[in-house]
Every structure is written in C-alpha cells, then in structure tokens.
C-alpha cells in the first residue's frame, strides 16, 4: 500500500471496533484514524481519540458531550454528539473508508449516507443488509462505492471469489460454530440462563451478538446478508455447522470446485482484509496449525429446535420488508431476554408473531423500512408485556 487510508471507525469501544483499532496500531503506515464515534463508552473514546488523534470523534449519548468535549477539545479533536452527528459525520471529505460496527438497525442511516458521499464501506454490521439489502446494494452500485465484507464468514466467501469473480457461483456454505446449546433439546433450551447463553465456545463478541449465535439468529441474518453481498438466490445458500469454527465459510463453483478459507476464530484477520484489500499485510497473529486440530466436523443444523434460521430463511423466502420485521422483531427479544424478562426460546415465539403481525411491503421504500422497523418493534414490545 502507497497512501496511508483514512478511517472512520463507527463503534469504535465495541468489539469490532476495538479490534480495527489493533491492526491499525499495527500498521501506522497503512492507516489513519480520521472518526471515532461510540454510544455510551465515552472514558474509552476519550482514551481512543488522545491515542489516535482522529479529525472527529461522535459520542451518541448526548448527556456525555461535555465530558467528551471537554476532554478533547484542547487537543484539536472536533466532538460531536446525537444520532444526527453520527449519520453526518460520514461525510466528512477526509474520510476514505467508513467501517460500521454499529449495533443492530442502528448502521442502516449511517451507511446509507456514508454510500451517497461516495466512501468505501467495510461492513461488520450485518443488519444494514438484512433491513435493506436490495437498496443498500443498489445504492453501492449507483455510487460506485465497493462494500468489503467484515464477518469472518462473508470475509471468507469474499476471500474464495478473489480472481473468480467471473465464474458463476453454484452455491455458497456457511459456517456456524452450533454456539454454547449446539445439540441440547427444546427441553434444555426451556431453563437456560443469560449467563449460559453469553459462553460462546469459539469466539468473544458483544452481548446482542453472542445471544443471535446462541439461538442461530446471527447465522440467519448473515444467509440475508449473503444473498445481497454476492447477489445469490435463496437455494444458492447452506449452512452446515462446523464446531471448530476453522473453516470460516466454502464457495462451490459449477464444475462441483469447492474453495474453503481457514484459519483460527480472530476477527483481525477478516478485519485487515477489508481494510487493505486487494492488499494482504502482514500480521503477528497466531496462526493456524493442522497438528492442532486433528478432527474438523460438519453437521446439519437443528432448525426444529433451533427455529431462529428457519425463520430468517422464510423471511428470506418471502422478501420485501419481511427480514427488516425479523430483524427489529429480534432486537427486542434479545433485549427482553438479556433483562431476563423472557425464556431463550421465547425469542423465537415472538419473532414468529411479530412476522404474522407486521404489515408487508413486498417492494418497500427506505422510508417504509423506517417504518417497517418502528411498527415491528412496538408489536414485539406489546407481545412481551402479555407474557411478563
């Protein structure tokens, strides 16, 4: 790489975001931090931005500003506050790549703005594409702005498809770890706690996160999400768990060909990619070893017990607004869930009434997907205070 890239980094305290901070200390010739911005985590900004000297830093929650500003200002850092500032400040003239680890419907604005001023995108919020794939997708390409894959998954189909770009995929497989419940019965699922439930096997995420790999939510949202990144139909996309979470996700081209990208379970690496590509930097991370992991095992997911992926394949099926409805639906229940105010496997009782409930769209605007979010959840929030 020539020109140091300049980066925007929007959830810079969260997981992802702590870790892009990492590989950009590691490679302070490659990048530049030109945006931090974080909801709540505001002693952390500070520590990130007198670190890193960003142009700008948006922290969400108002009632911190003056902290934030106060801490900063001296040091030539412009401080900005609310959602407002969060979706505008992607527009910044100085800012090359905007890297969205928002939470949740959260990074939909934000990303949309950020295509529209024309900055490249690498995506570690899956659900922007799960709310509004098709427009997000159309957008990119009326922008010419490229979207690069942060999912260790995604990065990994996008990883296969590297100079395969012309020949037509057959199928895609995803990989799922199976999460801390993999082969436990609906009767077990039925006692679980947020404690259990937040033990992932393979891989340390942030709590929302880690409750969607619990109950395969997080592998149906990426099945949406690939369908919009690499333009795929429904049939074109498995998932098979694989415990071991080694082989990241598979390409099968139509000559039966599968292509696998491997490696240990550390977000850095898919992170790097989506930075430096078409470039690979070199890394001091530990690397993979096959003496180590002499068994690597595939299995069929349990959709009966496991309804999650069932319900965002059918949201899938149905399309229109119906996977912005999952999406908001499930945002909710994992909320209610992590407040143990419901069971693990209410969470999918809900999404499920929610879906029926919801109004369809089958060809929604960006604003009926506003809407579609906002109407999703009140029906989830109402479906819960029944059952409290």
């Given at each position: 790489m020539t020109e140091a890239k300049r980066v925007a980094i929007l959830g810079s305290t969260g997981s992802i975001g702590t870790q892009t901070l990492e590989v950009i200390r590691q490679h302070p010739q490659d990048f530049e931090v030109e945006v931090l911005t974080a909801q709540n985590n505001c002693d952390l900004l500070i520590a990130q931005a007198l670190e890193f000297n960003p142009n700008a830093v948006v922290i969400g929650n108002e009632a911190n500003y003056s902290k934030v500003r106060e801490a900063l200002i001296p040091h030539d850092i412009k401080v900005f506050a609310g959602q407002k500032a969060l979706a505008q400040v992607v527009e910044m003239e100085g800012i090359d790549v905007v890297l969205t680890a928002l939470v949740g419907?959260?990074?939909?604005?934000?990303?949309?703005n950020a295509i529209k001023a024309g900055k490249q995108i690498a995506l570690a919020n899956k659900e922007t594409m799960v709310v509004a794939g098709e427009i997000i997708t159309q957008l990119a390409k009326e922008y010419g702005v490229?979207?690069?894959?942060?999912?260790?998954?995604?990065s990994a189909i996008f990883q296969c498809l590297v100079g395969e770009f012309h020949?037509?995929?057959?199928?895609i497989i995803l990989t799922a770890s199976g999460g801390p419940f993999r082969g436990k019965d609906r009767e077990f699922l039925q006692t679980v706690t947020k404690a259990q439930a937040l033990k992932h096997p393979n891989w340390e995420m942030g709590a929302k996160i880690t409750i969607d790999s619990a109950s395969l939510m997080n592998k149906g949202l990426e099945v949406i999400e690939a369908k919009w990144l690499f333009g795929l139909k429904t049939e074109q996309i498995d998932v098979v768990v694989h415990p071991q979470s080694i082989i990241h996700s598979l390409v099968q081209f139509e000559d039966g060909s599968l292509k696998a990208q491997l490696g240990l379970p550390d977000m850095r690496i898919p992170i790097q990619f989506a930075l430096s590509y078409p470039?690979?930097?070199?890394?001091?991370?530990?690397?993979?070893?096959?003496?180590?992991?002499?068994n690597l095992t595939f299995e069929q997911p349990d959709l009966k017990t496991f309804r999650n992926l069932q319900l965002a394949f059918d949201a899938l099926a149905k399309g229109g607004n119906a996977p912005c409805v999952l999406n908001a639906a499930n945002e909710i229940a994992v909320a209610a869930f992590l407040k143990e105010e419901i069971g693990f496997l209410e969470m999918s009782d809900l999404i499920g009434e929610t879906l029926e409930q919801a109004t369809f769209i089958s060809h929604p605007s960006l604003e009926d997907y506003v809407q579609s979010d906002s109407q999703a959840r009140e029906i989830t929030e109402k479906l819960i205070k029944r059952k409290v």
């Open positions: 419907y959260s990074g939909l604005i934000p990303t949309v490229n979207i690069y894959p942060v999912d260790s998954e995604h020949n037509p995929i057959e199928k470039h690979r930097l070199k890394s001091d991370f530990e690397r993979f070893d096959f003496i180590n992991y002499p």
